[in-house]
């Protein structure tokens, strides 16, 4: 099952078919241990039985270019981007496969916001950097399908038409008003759920402070070299 899951991954499209990203497949009860840790202590890592890092990987490319005569030109930010893009798209392969299955999955952002964690945990090498991960096994539940904004709210039709006043309040009406919303506004004591997002859950404190973080961490890891060398 997991081989399905992960050939389904590996078949993803990706920037000019260099598959520039690795995925590795954690089972150690030990080492998801680290990584629930990692993740700030989310139990699905720990319930779960399999882990999936997904990284940004130029380390194997470019050992590759190295071993065939050939200069590789990919320790700069856009090769970074490159493999951050078919990291993901391999991780949305992954998680569609492991839903057909039968299997549940929770889709974990953490990745970037602890990445020299997970790099340490994972002993990832230079030119690799964690970006997404998934964690995967049996439902001990079926909950219903979490709410997403209407049709209008995401697509735009051959331009990018911007959002007026009444359009914000017409896409994010239901949104607002559902019981869970309610709740939440009750739990943390907001006018708004727009105050949860940027007062609790991803303030500008932290986006920013994250962002110093992780730039330094692309740079520690061989991604910075955006220079004329």
């Known amino acids: 099952m997991i081989n399905n899951i992960l050939s389904a991954a590996i078949r993803a499209s990706n920037t000019g078919n260099m598959q520039a990203y690795s995925i590795i497949v954690t089972k150690d009860p030990e080492i998801r241990r680290k990584l629930w840790e990692a993740h700030f202590k989310q139990d699905m890592v720990l319930q779960a039985p399999v882990h999936l890092t997904f990284c940004a990987d130029f380390n194997r490319f470019s050992?590759?270019?190295?071993c065939?005569?050939?200069?590789p030109?990919?320790?700069?930010?856009?090769s970074f981007l490159t493999g951050a893009i078919d990291a993901v798209i391999a991780s949305q392969n992954a998680a569609l496969a492991a839903e057909e299955q039968g299997?549940?999955?929770?889709?974990?952002g953490t990745v970037t916001w602890m990445a020299d964690k997970f790099i340490e945990v994972l002993e990832l090498p230079e030119l690799v950097v964690p970006v997404a991960a998934i964690s995967l096994g049996y439902k001990d539940e079926n909950p219903g399908l979490a709410d997403?904004?209407?049709m209008n709210g995401v697509?735009?039709?051959?331009?990018?038409m911007n959002y007026s006043r009444d359009i914000i309040d017409e896409i994010y009406h239901d949104k607002e008003i559902l019981p869970e919303t309610l709740e939440l506004l009750k739990e943390n004591k907001k006018e708004t759920l727009a105050q949860v997002f940027t007062d609790n859950r991803y303030t500008r404190r932290d986006n920013r402070a994250f962002s110093v973080k992780f730039l330094q961490i692309?740079?520690?890891?061989?991604f910075m070299n955006n220079g004329d060398q």
């Open 63 to 66: 050992q590759w270019c190295l």
């Open 68 to 71: 065939r005569n050939a200069d």
């Open 155 to 160: 697509i735009h039709r051959e331009k990018y």
């Open 148 to 150: 997403r904004l209407p």
């Open 73 to 78: 030109g990919y320790d700069n930010f856009l």
């Open 218 to 222: 692309l740079k520690e890891q061989g």
């Open 103 to 108: 299997l549940g999955i929770c889709y974990l």
